[in-house]
Structures are given as structure tokens and as C-alpha cells.
């Protein structure tokens, strides 16, 4: 494992081998069945977004440390995103550095999450539009931009999405409204990302049989009529109802009306607590459940998940409500749906901070959270995880569920991601971590958008560093020689790191340091060198060959017996940092 922390050597020693693939395939649009796919909420903000909304949403106010004022459990990891991403709030971690969360809002972060989604070989997301907020115009906005970025962030990385109406006991009429809307406004359907099954776009409807009130058989009717046969034809389509576990013991007016859908799937969360609480829930719910539908030819859709908190958000709910017990617990229902011979999965939700459902990457340890207020980190239940471990396990069931691995009874080690890519900003530099790829020797990077690709290493080392990088947007694609690019997305650099290339000084006036000769042999000088720095050679892979103090203008620094090639010149003090490029090479 290749990440940024270890696991423990129990879970090594029973890891999961196959091959993978740098190359995720795109997924086929035409149908649900088959597919592992996420729920996505795309709800976070913060006052200095940019988005629709000005203040903060569903963190809480972060800028005030109280626990009166804070929503979510588990803190997200940012490792990976530009500074453009990161947003201030008054927590700081327990080094004294600020601690920043991410916003919906920024298109970037929606696409960054979008990847992760193919990184893993998952399938895609359900967009969450929650029907009651139709009257906030300004919610809606902000709707329609995290809308607009999951869309684009599918058609990028190959992925499907969904719309998925969330709370329909209320502002029933709305619906339609909305969905006329993203499908003239937004143009959803004139994406080949958009989910279809059984030759019509799917749209999911979540909450009938939770609520009272407008949630009525006769309104679930009404609509009903008007996705398959009232509404003009641009916009009909195929309906996955969201249901509560007891569905099927509904009385027969309601069973009627849900024979006429695709797709159920009934929600699960917090419905059982360990292994005993499952088998009865399988037993009673999901069989029975799952046998009505194939006698009604429904698409039946398990909701998986992998543990359940809401110490933050609700008063006296106690912490580590639901624990993941490192995975076991979700492992548990994949196991289960597996052995029910169920056809798709559900994950809720890959983005769930508030109840701490997420999949997504969040805090391994204390280090990684803010060092206030209390935080339900990976490492929770006694367990040394990585930040994308149940992203990993997701992608593992996902595997299974194609057929392309044999089912595990035990979680193991689930396969890593294809690449995690982090700047680091002090250093100047971005790190690649991946796994070794079935039958490759090698990997290329671009950092221009695949115009050219001058950076490669043996794909089995485990992680790269380009160093020496000045500020700026590097559009990342990576390839094995003579395959199909890979796009990675953007990564940043934004720290006061200058280009080796002009050969300045970092964080000071003085730009007359120059390395002589350059191109060179065997040997070279640093000319206009006032004061003692400390060297570093390293080549472009990060592999430090010499390190020492130099502060005498006259010396030669030889480097006759370093292999040909190109390496990287970093010169520090307390005050200045400088990097150059050189090339050895014989005479």
C-alpha cells in the first residue's frame, strides 16, 4: 500500500492480488443494471466560495469553534487539491496550521470528486436536488452549479450521473418544474453521461413512505403518469423510487402504484448495527423485498453503507454511533448482497460529513483533523487506515459485482486507486503515488495537457516527485508508453516557487545566481553566491545524490562520476531558496 500511511500488517497479510489498470474504461450509459454508484449531496459551502449562497452551509459555521456550531463529524482530506480549494475557518490543526475545508461550489473540487469516482473504478453519482429548497432561488443556483460540474466531471473521467429528487413530501408540483428546467437550462440529457435504463433517462425520486403529509400514493401516481406517458416526450423518463425499509407491507394501493416503476431501492441507513442486526434486516427486508420486484420485473437496489455518526449535528446522539470497524461493517453488506444475487448497488454517500456515511477521503488520525471540538477520524476503531480506504473498498465491490474478481469473505486489502497526486507547495514539487500496473514497466507524465510528456519512471516504484516546479496549474495526464492518455486533472503549485528555468532566486531580489558551465561534464561553479546554502542534487525523480554546505564562490562542485542526465541544483538558507536545472553530459 502506497499511500500516505501504512495499514496494519493483519490486513497486508490477507490483500486482495489482481491486476490493475491505469486506464479506467468509460462506463455504458444505457442501463443501471450492473452498476455501483454513489449518492452525492454536493451541499458543503463556505462565505468565500464564490458560489450563489454567502455563508457557510452544512459545515456549520466554521469560523466560530463551538460544537453548537458545527454539522459534520468527519473531516475531509485536501491533500490533493489546489490552494484555490481551501477555504480558512478558524479551526487550526493540532501543528497550529489552519485547518480548510473544500466548497461544493467550486467546480474544480466537484470534478476532483468526479475522478476519485474513476479512480476507483466505481460507476458514477445520484446528483442530490432536494425539492423542498425549490423556493430558494439562491439554493437552486447553487444547485445548478454543482449540477453543471458533476456532469462536466462525468464526461471527463467517463463516468454516469443521475438526478435523484430528495425530500418529495412537499413541493410535489415543483418537481416537474425543476426537472423541465435542467433538461432545457442545464441541457442533462444532451449528455452521453446521463444514466438511461430500459430506453429512458432514470430519474429517482427519494422519500415516499418516510413522510406524511403531500407524500400520497395518489401525488407518487400523478408522477408516475406524468415521467412515463403525460410529459412531453423530451422529458419522460424511467423512475427509481426511494423507499423506506417496510415498503412491500404497504397497503395494496400503494403496491400498485409501485409496480408500475423500474427501479427500488430501499434505504438502510442506521436500519442495523452489527452483524446479528444485519442478517435480521436481510432476512426480513431485503429478501422480501428483493423477491416482490423480480415477480414484478422491478430493478431491486440494495443501499450500502459503511458506518453511521451525528455526534456533531444532533444533541446527546452519542459518538461512533454506528462504527466501520475498519471496513468489516460495509464489507458485511457487500458480502450479503452478493450472496443475494443482487444486481446493482447503492453506496450512500460519498460525500455524507453530517452523519458520517462518507466514502470519500477524510482525516486518518487526529493529525489530519482539527485539533478542536471532537472529529470521527479512520483510525476510530483501533485500525491504521488511509484516507481512501473505503473509496478502495467501494471499488472492490464494485469489481466483484461486475464479475471481474472472485468475492471475499474477509475485506483484505481492497485495490488501490490508479494515482494520488500531491503538491507540496514548500518543496516546490508533486508526488504521484500508484500501484504497480499488471504487465507495464512504465509511466509518463505531462504536465501540459499531454502536449508533451518529459518525465517517466518504472511503474513499480510506488510513488515520483517532480521537483523544482514554479507556480502555476499543471493539467496532468499520465500514460504507459505507446497506450491512450490518462487524464488526471489539475494539480497546483502556489507558494512563491519560480521557474528553474529562468534561474531566479525564490523569496528574494537577488537574481544573479547562475550555475556555470550548463550544460556541463564533470563539474560546475555557482557564481554570484553571497552567503552558505545548502546543496541538494537530486535527479528529476526525486533521488537525492548529494547533499552538503557550499558558501565558497570559487569551488568546483564535482559531479563526474553521476550518471549522464538531467538533475535538479536546490540551494537554500534562511532566507532564500533557489532551484536550476542542469544537464550532464559527455564532452
Known sequence: MKFLTSITLCLLATQTVFGQRLAVPPVDNSTYTGKAMFGYQGWFAHPDDNSPRPNYWHYGNMDVISRDNL?????????????????????????????????????????RHMKWVRDYNTDGVFMQRFISEYNDRVVMAFRDSVTTAVMEGCEKYGRVFSIMYDGVDRNLDKIKEDWMHMVDDLGILNSDSYLQHEGRPLVALWGFTFYSGDATVEALEDLIDWFHNSAPPQYQASIKLGLNDNWFTKSQEWLDAFAKVEVISPWSV???????????????????GSSWCINHDILFVPVLWPGFSWHNLKDGEPKNQIPRDGGDFFWMQVVGAYNNHFKTYYFAMLDEL???????????NSAQAPAQQY??????????????????????AAEILRGNINISYTLGTPAEGIMTIIPDDN??????IFPDFENENKIEISLDGGTTYPYSTSDDVGSYVIPGLQDGRYDIFVRHPGSEAVPMGPSC????????GNRQLVNSANSAIKIFPNPLSSGFEIKGIDDSYQIE???????????????????MIDISTLPDGIYLVTMTNEHNRFVDRIIKMHD
Open 354 to 364: 453530517d452523519e458520517s456515511t462518507a466514502f470519500f477521503k477524510t482525516a486518518e
Open 71 to 111: 454539522n459534520i463529524e468527519m473531516f475531509p482530506d485536501l491533500r490533493e487539491m489546489c490552494s484555490s480549494e481551501k477555504y480558512p475557518t478558524a479551526y487550526t490543526h493540532p501543528n497550529g496550521e489552519t485547518a480548510y475545508v473544500f466548497s461544493s461550489g467550486n467546480k474544480q473540487t466537484v470534478m
Open 270 to 288: 442506521g436500519r442495523f448495527s452489527n452483524k446479528t442486526g444485519y442478517n435480521s434486516y436481510a432476512d426480513n427486508q431485503l429478501r422480501k
Open 427 to 432: 518543496k516546490c514539487s508533486l508526488t504521484f
Open 493 to 500: 503549485i502556489n507558494s512563491g516557487c519560480t521557474s528553474s
Open 375 to 396: 472529529w470521527l477520524n479512520l483510525d476510530a476503531d483501533g485500525t491504521t487506515l488511509p484516507s481512501d480506504w473505503y473509496l478502495r473498498c467501494a471499488g472492490e
Open 537 to 555: 542534487i537530486c535527479d528529476v525523480s526525486g533521488k537525492v545524490y548529494r547533499s552538503f554546505t557550499y558558501d565558497d564562490v570559487h569551488s
